[in-house]
């Protein structure tokens, strides 16, 4: 061996990789002494052997033709070409690896050089992540539903309290308690989207949206606050279609409105757009009592409020909440501000030229009960299945209970009571879900028994994407809603009987 062979093997060896070389004919001509470590084999046991003998059974056929064609036409590959790829050790057991891959010229002709990297410990750290991603997602699932429950108990006897009682005093102290429930929910809503957008559970779902839509729902929310606090809410018109998702859009525009509302004590709150580029820039413009320029920076971040003495309510989760969804929109917000003057909040978001229809919207509280109608109300909770039925019988329908798959089974064996619509949890206990509860019910009514499913996880309305005349709700229920939706139901079903 000469001087140059003795150090390029000296090299070799030092390399932090098992390295091999193979011939055109597909045998190993050389491995370096870091192969034993790594895969059991001695550099001598390897010489001579084809490399197949170091790829699992399963792809030995099929690699030969792989390797002629790399000889033909040659192009080196380096570590992390994000391919599976898996070496088979002397004792049989597989382990994940990164191969790079050169051809090289030499006297003897062309050889290829492979450097083998073990990426198994790479490769159960990021099993790891994944699986703590999943019980991240699992938590959130339930503590979304074990913290709305309550908050919709009381939402529910709330509501029933309110129809029953006749004395002012008790409608007085209820108000009262049903705006402390709504600001409960406000916050654990905004805790739980931030949590949520943090695990990455939100995915966007970007559909060609009408504006006009967006602005028309946006009117009936915020047209009210604004005159109950003696502000003028002005919206000026928009014809144009963009690119984004409805429901996470409107909820950047919501909370810019709500804080205008919050921080503006007279004049006005504008919602307009401007063209800028390819995009439409949404934005609201208030008379409020603007930001100092060294809050603007941090304005976005949690828990900041701009105001230090704010006594309005609110930990400074919204804006948070806002840039994290518009990061997931891949949107551009921003805000300019004078104290004193006012505070316009923006967001940008593509347009595009065609027009499309997007979810119908609903306005509740206008609602007739069919004489007779009648409603099956599911949930483990036997103080929700209590409130809920009282308040389906406040407003005229007749209701029975089950609180699992198994009391179902005696309700639907009943023929004296046939339901109209089903309203279901979706988490019930022992594993059980909605889902399983409308399967029951529709094998004994028919494919298209109207149901409601309830859910204080906001995911799982892609559990019925592709299921006919579900109607999907998140908990805390607007109870109005619930009744206008099953109102709607039964009068639908009767008409087509």
Same mark, same amino acid.
């Given at each position: 061996?000469?001087?140059?062979?003795?150090?390029?093997?000296?090299?070799?060896?030092?390399?932090?990789?098992?390295?091999?070389?193979?011939?055109?004919?597909?045998?190993?001509?050389?491995?370096?002494?870091?192969?034993?470590?790594?895969?059991?084999?001695?550099?001598?046991?390897?010489?001579?052997?084809?490399?197949?003998?170091?790829?699992?059974?399963?792809?030995?056929?099929?690699?030969?033709?792989?390797?002629?064609?790399?000889?033909?036409?040659?192009?080196?590959?380096?570590?992390?070409?994000?391919?599976?790829?898996?070496?088979?050790?002397?004792?049989?057991?597989?382990?994940?690896?990164?191969?790079?891959?050169?051809?090289?010229?030499?006297?003897?002709?062309?050889?290829?050089?492979?450097?083998?990297?073990?990426?198994?410990?790479?490769?159960?750290?990021?099993?790891?992540?994944?699986?703590?991603?999943?019980?991240?997602?699992?938590?959130?699932?339930?503590?979304?539903?074990?913290?709305?429950?309550?908050?919709?108990?009381?939402?529910?006897?709330?509501?029933?309290?309110?129809?029953?009682?006749?004395?002012?005093?008790?409608?007085?102290?209820?108000?009262?308690?049903?705006?402390?429930?709504?600001?409960?929910?406000?916050?654990?809503?905004?805790?739980?989207?931030?949590?949520?957008?943090?695990?990455?559970?939100?995915?966007?779902?970007?559909?060609?949206?009408?504006?006009?839509?967006?602005?028309?729902?946006?009117?009936?929310?915020?047209?009210?606050?604004?005159?109950?606090?003696?502000?003028?809410?002005?919206?000026?018109?928009?014809?144009?279609? %963009?690119?984004?998702?409805? *429901?996470? /859009?409107?909820? =950047?525009? @919501?909370? &810019?409105?709500?804080?205008?509302?919050?921080? +503006?004590?007279?004049?006005?709150?504008?919602?307009?757009?401007?063209?800028?580029?390819?995009?439409?820039?949404?934005?609201?413009?208030?008379?409020? %009592?603007?930001?100092?320029? *060294?809050? /603007?920076?941090? =304005?976005? @971040?949690? &828990?900041?409020?701009?105001?230090?003495?704010? +006594?309005?309510?609110?930990?400074?989760?919204?804006?948070?909440?806002?840039?994290?969804?518009?990061?997931?929109?891949?949107?551009?917000?921003?805000?300019?501000?004078?104290?004193?003057?006012?505070?316009?909040?923006?967001? @940008?978001?593509?347009?595009?030229?065609?027009?499309?229809? +997007?979810?119908?919207?609903?306005?509740?509280?206008?609602?007739?009960?069919?004489?007779?109608?009648?409603?099956?109300?599911?949930?483990?909770?036997?103080?929700?299945?209590?409130?809920?039925?009282?308040?389906?019988?406040? @407003?005229?329908?007749?209701?029975?209970?089950?609180?699992?798959?198994?009391?179902?089974?005696?309700?639907?064996?009943?023929?004296?009571?046939?339901?109209?619509?089903?309203?279901?949890?979706?988490?019930?206990?022992?594993?059980?879900?909605?889902?399983?509860?409308?399967?029951?019910?529709?094998?004994?009514?028919?494919?298209?028994?109207?149901?409601?499913?309830?859910?204080?996880?906001?995911?799982?309305?892609?559990?019925?994407?592709?299921?006919?005349?579900?109607?999907?709700?998140?908990?805390?229920?607007?109870?109005?809603?619930?009744?206008?939706?099953?109102?709607?139901?039964?009068?639908?079903?009767?008409?087509?009987?």
């Amino acid at each position: 061996m000469s001087i140059s062979d003795a150090l390029a093997t000296q090299l070799l060896n030092a390399a932090p990789d098992p390295t091999v070389m193979v011939d055109s004919e597909g045998a190993i001509i050389y491995a370096n002494a870091r192969v034993e470590t790594m895969l059991g084999y001695t550099p001598d046991e390897l010489i001579g052997q084809p490399i197949e003998v170091l790829l699992p059974y399963r792809v030995r056929e099929s690699h030969p033709s792989h390797r002629g064609n790399f000889f033909k036409k040659p192009r080196a590959r380096a570590m992390g070409s994000n391919l599976e790829l898996y070496a088979l050790r002397k004792d049989g057991v597989e382990i994940p690896v990164e191969i790079s891959l050169n051809l090289l010229e030499t006297e003897h002709g062309k050889v290829v050089s492979s450097a083998i990297r073990d990426m198994s410990e790479q490769k159960a750290i990021a099993q790891q992540l994944a699986e703590a991603d999943r019980s991240k997602t699992r938590f959130l699932a339930a503590a979304s539903h074990d913290l709305r429950q309550p908050i919709q108990t009381l939402n529910l006897l709330n509501k029933t309290i309110r129809r029953v009682s006749k004395e002012s005093q008790v409608i007085d102290l209820v108000e009262k308690q049903q705006k402390s429930l709504d600001w409960m929910s406000k916050l654990l809503n905004s805790l739980l989207d931030i949590s949520k957008l943090e695990a990455g559970v939100i995915e966007p779902t970007i559909t060609s949206v009408s504006v006009a839509e967006i602005f028309d729902n946006l009117r009936a929310t915020f047209e009210i606050q604004a005159l109950n606090k003696g502000l003028h809410f002005s919206l000026e018109p928009n014809n144009n279609t %963009i690119s984004s998702d409805s *429901k996470l /859009l409107s909820q =950047i525009v @919501e909370n &810019f409105i709500s804080n205008a509302i919050r921080y +503006t004590n007279e004049g006005e709150i504008r919602l307009h757009c401007d063209e800028v580029d390819n995009s439409l820039r949404i934005q609201v413009t208030d008379t409020g %009592i603007g930001i100092a320029g *060294k809050d /603007l920076d941090s =304005i976005f @971040e949690e &828990f900041h409020q701009a105001q230090a003495n704010d +006594t309005r309510g609110g930990l400074g989760l919204g804006l948070s909440i806002v840039r994290r969804t518009a990061e997931l929109l891949n949107c551009k917000i921003g805000v300019h501000s004078e104290p004193g003057v006012g505070s316009c909040f923006y967001v @940008e978001v593509p347009l595009v030229e065609a027009s499309a229809q +997007t979810e119908e919207s609903s306005s509740y509280g206008d609602y007739y009960v069919p004489r007779g109608a009648r409603v099956l109300v599911v949930d483990d909770e036997p103080d929700i299945v209590e409130a809920t039925t009282m308040l389906f019988e406040l @407003e005229g329908f007749e209701c029975m209970s089950a609180t699992s798959l198994g009391t179902l089974e005696t309700v639907l064996s009943k023929k004296s009571f046939v339901p109209d619509v089903l309203v279901s949890d979706f988490h019930l206990r022992r594993g059980e879900t909605g889902l399983q509860i409308i399967d029951a019910a529709r094998r004994q009514y028919g494919d298209g028994f109207p149901a409601i499913l309830v859910s204080g996880d906001t995911t799982n309305r892609n559990m019925i994407q592709g299921r006919e005349n579900i109607t999907f709700l998140t908990k805390p229920v607007d109870v109005e809603q619930l009744i206008s939706i099953a109102s709607e139901l039964v009068t639908t079903k009767l008409a087509a009987a």
